[in-house]
């Protein structure tokens, strides 16, 4: 890889050389979707180092500030000397060919002189990465969830890197194991025109179900380290007063918080040993936050429509860690329900094209019984259909196939069910013909009397003396005084003939 010394895993080098493959092919903008977890930023890093050692510029923009410290330590992991864009930093050095950026500088200063620009989570483009997407330069983005209405306007080349469930399969993420709890009725909450509900109405459903949080944690948690979402900062203080009564210490992630405080925080949360068991945050802590010790999520947040914001949270939890089983959610949102189907088939399939922004006549989908989930009665857990309940055994009840038997004679006759009439009808029929007949005599009335009521005998060694005869019902005997009827006037009709 032209002396790269980052070393990738397979998936990762696949997504590298088709990169290069589609700039040498005239690409300009390729969007790189991949999982969350799946490395990105290393990814993004080989890129990088690639520029520098072909002499070219290039610059690494994140989309918060809070990224680049993150991704200021992974750059230094691999030896990647940078200088960081960002009002007052100490590591301003604007004479380094790999620069480090947040976009909300770049929207107030001069962009660097770069030939190659990487923007980390792509799906949120600002007026300024637009502005920059008309430039010379190529730019490749990175995202984990590439919903965004309209982002296929902007890119000409997409690559899939590979799809969260191969990930989970191969041990580079955790399973995870979805449980449904007590989450808030959100019927009658304002939907704003952005397709959400309404925060403040909707902080005010959820700070009823509170308590319900802290005390699933407490039952489930198992002290494991969690993130947990709320709808906005009243609630956020709401879930810290709760949780720090109970003796669980906690960290609040929010843009009230000051910076200084958020990255202490961080620093923090980040130990292995932490005193921190959680951070509760609305959004801040649910884009490109990197602990992958986290193995327990919380859902407070109801969301409405954004599927991206889901995956992106629970992607906090899929990181491997040392020691590491599996990521618990803990679901007070209803969004692991609301959003099941849509999520199992993004970490199976990927995407397969982007949303270009044009108006489409939206077609229901025929419904998919297989992505329905199921919760388990046992111990609430929210998974595929399946025989047994992943997390405690808990086995179904096997469904039987549903068979309409029709309530009536006619209903047999007409549908032609021929063996359900062998059974109801034929007993009936002997026991009727056993009242005044016996012998050969009686079995050969039944089987005329049978076929005169049906319109064909019963199957070939059906016969009277081998049948337990039945009292007839009211509506056997009226076919059978039909039958009776019709016969004599057959007769009368063939005696007036001769």
């Keep these: 890889m032209d002396g790269m010394s980052i070393d990738l895993r397979d998936y990762q080098s696949d997504a590298f050389d088709r990169a290069r493959e589609a700039i040498r092919n005239g690409a300009r903008r390729i969007l790189i979707v991949a999982p969350t977890g799946s490395g990105k930023t290393v990814l993004a890093s080989a890129l990088m180092q690639m520029a520098k050692a072909k002499g070219n510029r290039a610059s690494f923009v994140v989309d918060r500030l809070s990224l680049i410290r993150?991704?200021?330590?992974?750059?230094?992991?691999?030896?990647?000397?940078?200088?960081?864009?960002?009002?007052?930093?100490?590591?301003?050095?604007?004479?380094?060919?790999?620069?480090?950026?947040?976009?909300?500088?770049?929207?107030?200063?001069?962009w660097p002189d770069t030939k190659l620009d990487i923007f980390d989570e792509a799906h949120v483009l600002h007026a300024t990465h637009k502005k920059r997407l008309q430039g010379d330069s190529i730019v490749i983005g990175l995202t984990a969830t590439p919903f965004t209405r309209g982002l296929g306007k902007y890119f000409d080349a997409v690559i899939n890197v590979t799809t969260t469930r191969v990930l989970i399969d191969a041990k580079w993420l955790?399973?995870?194991?979805?449980?449904?709890?007590?989450?808030?009725?959100?019927?009658?909450?304002?939907?704003?025109?952005?397709?959400?509900?309404?925060?403040?109405?909707?902080?005010?459903?959820?700070?009823?179900?509170?308590?319900?949080?802290?005390?699933?944690?407490?039952?489930?948690?198992?002290?494991?380290?969690?993130?947990c979402s709320a709808v906005d900062t009243a609630h956020v203080d709401a879930l810290h007063r709760q949780f720090t009564n109970v003796g669980i210490k906690v960290a609040s992630y929010t843009y009230k918080d000051r910076e200084e405080d958020r990255d202490d925080v961080t620093a923090e949360f980040r130990l292995s040993d932490s005193t921190i068991r959680g951070l509760i945050t609305v959004t801040a802590a649910s884009r490109g936050f990197d602990v992958p010790d986290v193995s327990c999520i919380i859902m407070a947040r109801p969301l409405r429509k954004s599927l991206a914001e889901h995956i992106q949270l629970l992607g906090r939890g899929l990181r491997m860690a040392e020691g590491k089983k599996d990521c618990l959610v803990l679901d007070h949102s209803g969004n692991c329900a609301r959003f099941f189907a849509d999520c199992e088939d993004f970490?199976?399939?990927?995407?397969?094209?982007?949303?270009?922004?044009?108006?489409?006549?939206?077609?229901?989908?025929?419904?998919?019984?297989?992505?329905?989930?199921?919760?388990?009665?046992?111990?609430?857990?929210?998974?595929?259909?399946?025989?047994?309940?992943?997390?405690?055994?808990?086995?179904?009840?096997?469904?039987?196939?549903?068979?309409?038997?029709?309530?009536?004679?006619?209903?047999?006759?007409?549908?032609?069910?021929r063996r359900e009439?062998?059974?109801?009808?034929?007993?009936?029929?002997?026991?009727?013909?056993?009242?005044?007949?016996?012998?050969?005599?009686?079995?050969?009335?039944?089987?005329?009397?049978?076929?005169?009521?049906?319109?064909?005998?019963?199957?070939?060694?059906?016969?009277?003396?081998?049948?337990?005869?039945?009292?007839?019902?009211?509506?056997a005997r009226g076919k059978i005084l039909e039958c009776q009827i019709r016969w004599a006037k057959s007769r009368q009709s063939a005696g007036a003939a001769a």
Excluded at 99 to 106: A, I, P, R
Excluded at 185 to 208: F, I, N, P, R
Excluded at 364 to 383: F, Y
Excluded at 446 to 468: D, M, R, S, V
């Design 70 to 110: 993150q991704t200021s330590e992974t750059f230094d992991r691999y030896g990647l000397h940078h200088g960081v864009i960002q009002g007052g930093h100490p590591r301003w050095a604007p004479w380094q060919p790999l620069q480090l950026c947040s976009v909300q500088t770049l929207a107030r200063r001069r």
């Design 174 to 227: 955790a399973p995870y194991r979805m449980f449904s709890c007590a989450e808030p009725d959100m019927s009658g909450v304002t939907v704003k025109s952005t397709g959400e509900w309404d925060e403040k109405e909707a902080s005010g459903k959820a700070l009823q179900v509170v308590g319900d949080v802290v005390s699933e944690y407490l039952q489930h948690g198992g002290d494991r380290k969690f993130i």
């Design 421 to 475: 009439l062998l059974t109801t009808l034929w007993p009936m029929v002997c026991g009727h013909v056993s009242r005044k007949h016996s012998g050969e005599i009686a079995n050969k009335k039944a089987l005329g009397l049978y076929k005169g009521i049906t319109g064909e005998f019963p199957p070939y060694g059906t016969n009277f003396f081998t049948t337990q005869p039945a009292e007839p019902n009211a509506e």
């Design 347 to 417: 970490f199976d399939n990927g995407l397969a094209e982007l949303d270009d922004g044009k108006p489409r006549r939206k077609q229901k989908a025929p419904p998919r019984k297989d992505k329905e989930p199921t919760k388990c009665p046992a111990c609430s857990a929210v998974h595929s259909p399946m025989p047994k309940c992943p997390s405690c055994g808990h086995a179904y009840p096997q469904k039987q196939a549903i068979q309409h038997v029709p309530g009536t004679l006619k209903e047999l006759m007409t549908g032609q069910y």
